[in-house]
């Protein structure tokens, strides 16, 4: 049976069909868990189905991954490296139509679909290089006759449960490192994008296959929650990488940390722009019109809150409300869209209930604050001006929704910026160096990401991505990130015929 629509034929050519096994186990795609039709948010028809794994699959899947795990680790970390350089060639080679699919499964728009893909080959890239990097320390013993070394050995298996906002991107982040680290993957990905998953997961195992190197060094899984749990609770997975909601976040945490487990938390986002009276204001208004509106609002680092100087604001506001009016709205495959439909019906449902939150808590509806009437699950982007006291500023609502609100020092401006639950990213637009340093130091924005006269979004590869507080405090990609997947041992090694002790210990 072929595709319902013509438009969605291009499938086919990244090993899609209309129905699809939703794991990949021990070299073999199976499914024996319940079959699900996964939809195109723009209007909520049905694309295609996937058959989800069970618990059955899980375990065997587990299985061989362990056994796979043996051979992997014994692979020169170059060699590893060489296997994630060709998984970026096989990505680069299906560049259009895996970036295609992301609009369309997950309804970011193409231009975002196509950039996220480009992530994933970039991170193949970086991984490449550090494939030969990746580099211990030799530490003077105080002891004569005596070396002291670190070194970094894998830790076997790395899990990693991915969200629907970024489908495959958060797992380039974490994968094409865990690989080179000489490390499995498992991955988990998100339940309303089955077939980025396996499509992903498809071009990966032809690589693997092509090497002869068992399949099982990359498991993935389609599936809910059950899937979810069991990867946390398995002792076989020595790191969960987990992407998703604070409250989530901290069950995943919990649950690793109960078997002494390493978790890597990225969670929620509450981001803020801080626009002082030095700024560039059309540059500004340009960042935040990409960093409040991209991706529909659902970025972990879209920017949900707008400070502006008192002297300025109103200039502000207003070029701010002209660039909205020219926001194209619609079809996230169509040239020109700014902005496509949030991800599901109910994410639709939660923009709704939180504008009616946001009016009983005093904010002024400055633009949007309604939904569009169509098939799709589509919202208005919205500016809402607000109180920085108001509680629903320090919650994330997943949507295009932008508060406003004015200051008068930086220092209370910084204040502002650092009084919500969380800690991801955030920018500030200024010219003045007292500023920015200011703002990058000790008493500055308290997040994992500090930009200056940028977005707060649109990170690149090259710096580890993460944040503070309740985003969880995980760091992923660029920097040191690669540690986090390796285990580290201090060595020390006598070669002389002494038993010198450390300290100027006598003993016996």
Same mark, same amino acid.
């Given at each position: 049976? #072929?595709f319902?629509?013509?438009?969605?034929e291009?499938?086919?050519?990244i090993?899609? #069909?209309?129905?699809?096994?939703?794991c990949?186990v021990? #070299?073999?795609w199976? +499914?024996?868990?319940?079959?699900i039709?996964?939809v195109?948010?723009?209007?909520?028809? !049905?694309?295609?189905?996937v058959?989800?794994?069970?618990?059955q699959d899980y375990e065997?899947g587990?299985q061989?991954?362990s056994?796979?795990a043996k051979?992997w680790?014994q692979v020169?970390a170059?060699?590893?490296?060489? &296997?994630?350089?060709q998984?970026?060639?096989?990505l680069r080679s !299906?560049l259009?139509?895996? +970036?295609?699919?992301?609009?369309l499964e997950?309804g970011?728009?193409l231009?975002e679909?196509?950039?996220e893909?480009?992530?994933?080959?970039d991170? $193949?890239?970086?991984?490449v290089?550090?494939?030969r990097?990746?580099? +211990?320390?030799v &530490?003077p013993s105080?002891?004569?006759?005596h070396?002291?070394?670190?070194?970094w050995?894998?830790?076997?298996?790395?899990?990693?449960i991915t969200?629907f906002?970024?489908?495959?991107?958060?797992?380039?982040?974490? %994968?094409?490192?865990a690989?080179?680290c000489?490390?499995?993957?498992v991955?988990k990905?998100?339940?309303t994008t089955?077939?980025?998953?396996?499509?992903m997961? !498809?071009?990966?195992?032809?690589?693997l296959?092509?090497n002869n190197?068992?399949?099982?060094i990359f498991?993935s899984? $389609?599936?809910?929650?059950?899937?979810?749990?069991?990867i946390a609770?398995?002792r076989?997975i020595?790191?969960v990488s987990?992407t998703?909601s604070s409250?989530?976040?901290?069950?995943?945490?919990?649950?690793v940390?109960e078997r002494?487990g390493k978790?890597?938390?990225?969670l929620?986002?509450?981001? %803020?722009?801080?626009?002082m009276?030095?700024?560039?204001?059309?540059l500004? @208004?340009r960042?935040v019109?990409f960093?409040?509106?991209?991706?529909a609002g659902?970025? $972990?680092?879209?920017?949900r809150?707008?400070?502006v100087?008192?002297?300025?604001y109103q %200039?502000v506001?207003?070029?701010l409300?002209?660039?909205?009016?020219q926001?194209?709205i619609g079809?996230p495959l169509e040239?020109?869209?700014?902005?496509?439909?949030?991800?599901t019906?109910?994410?639709?449902?939660?923009f709704?209930?939180g504008?009616e939150?946001?009016k009983?808590?005093g904010g002024?509806?400055?633009?949007g604050g309604g939904i569009?009437?169509?098939?799709?699950?589509f919202?208005?982007?919205?500016? @809402?001006?607000?109180?920085?006291n108001a509680d629903?500023v320090?919650e994330?609502?997943f949507?295009?929704v932008?508060?406003v609100?004015k200051f008068?020092?930086?220092k209370e401006?910084?204040?502002i910026?650092?009084?919500v639950?969380?800690?991801l990213?955030s920018?500030?637009f200024?010219?003045?160096?007292?500023?920015i340093?200011k703002?990058i130091?000790?008493?500055?924005?308290?997040?994992?990401?500090?930009?200056?006269? &940028?977005?707060t979004?649109?990170?690149?590869i090259g710096?580890?991505?993460?944040?503070?507080?309740a985003?969880g405090?995980?760091?992923e990609a660029?920097?040191?990130?690669?540690?986090q997947?390796?285990?580290?041992?201090t060595c020390?090694i006598n070669?002389g015929?002494?038993?010198?002790?450390?300290?100027?210990i006598?003993?016996g």
């Amino acid at each position: 049976m #072929g595709f319902s629509r013509k438009d969605y034929e291009f499938l086919s050519e990244i090993g899609l #069909g209309s129905s699809n096994l939703g794991c990949f186990v021990n #070299g073999s795609w199976k +499914g024996s868990g319940p079959t699900i039709s996964t939809v195109n948010p723009a209007n909520n028809q !049905k694309i295609a189905e996937v058959i989800e794994g069970s618990i059955q699959d899980y375990e065997e899947g587990m299985q061989a991954c362990s056994e796979a795990a043996k051979i992997w680790m014994q692979v020169p970390a170059p060699k590893r490296g060489d &296997i994630v350089r060709q998984i970026g060639d096989a990505l680069r080679s !299906k560049l259009l139509q895996l +970036g295609r699919l992301v609009s369309l499964e997950m309804g970011k728009i193409l231009p975002e679909g196509i950039g996220e893909v480009q992530e994933i080959i970039d991170m $193949c890239d970086f991984s490449v290089g550090l494939s030969r990097q990746l580099n +211990g320390s030799v &530490i003077p013993s105080e002891r004569p006759n005596h070396m002291m070394l670190e070194m970094w050995n894998p830790l076997g298996i790395v899990g990693v449960i991915t969200a629907f906002n970024f489908p495959c991107a958060v797992l380039g982040w974490n %994968a094409c490192i865990a690989l080179v680290c000489g490390n499995c993957v498992v991955w988990k990905g998100a339940p309303t994008t089955p077939l980025i998953t396996i499509a992903m997961t !498809k071009l990966v195992a032809g690589v693997l296959e092509k090497n002869n190197l068992p399949s099982a060094i990359f498991t993935s899984f $389609c599936g809910g929650a059950e899937i979810g749990e069991a990867i946390a609770k398995d002792r076989r997975i020595h790191l969960v990488s987990f992407t998703g909601s604070s409250k989530v976040g901290l069950k995943v945490q919990q649950t690793v940390n109960e078997r002494f487990g390493k978790c890597l938390l990225e969670l929620s986002g509450n981001n %803020a722009i801080i626009v002082m009276d030095d700024a560039d204001i059309p540059l500004a @208004v340009r960042s935040v019109l990409f960093a409040a509106v991209g991706t529909a609002g659902q970025r $972990c680092t879209t920017c949900r809150r707008l400070l502006v100087h008192e002297n300025i604001y109103q %200039a502000v506001v207003d070029q701010l409300l002209d660039v909205y009016k020219q926001v194209k709205i619609g079809d996230p495959l169509e040239k020109g869209t700014l902005l496509g439909p949030l991800h599901t019906p109910t994410s639709k449902k939660n923009f709704e209930k939180g504008i009616e939150i946001i009016k009983s808590q005093g904010g002024k509806i400055l633009t949007g604050g309604g939904i569009i009437e169509s098939e799709g699950n589509f919202v208005q982007p919205t500016i @809402v001006e607000i109180s920085p006291n108001a509680d629903v500023v320090k919650e994330e609502l997943f949507a295009p929704v932008l508060y406003v609100m004015k200051f008068k020092t930086l220092k209370e401006a910084i204040e502002i910026n650092n009084s919500v639950p969380q800690g991801l990213s955030s920018s500030i637009f200024t010219r003045k160096p007292e500023y920015i340093f200011k703002w990058i130091g000790p008493q500055g924005s308290d997040t994992g990401i500090v930009n200056v006269n &940028i977005p707060t979004n649109g990170a690149e590869i090259g710096g580890a991505f993460g944040g503070e507080k309740a985003t969880g405090g995980g760091r992923e990609a660029g920097s040191d990130s690669w540690k986090q997947y390796m285990r580290r041992s201090t060595c020390t090694i006598n070669y002389g015929n002494e038993l010198p002790l450390a300290q100027g210990i006598n003993f016996g």
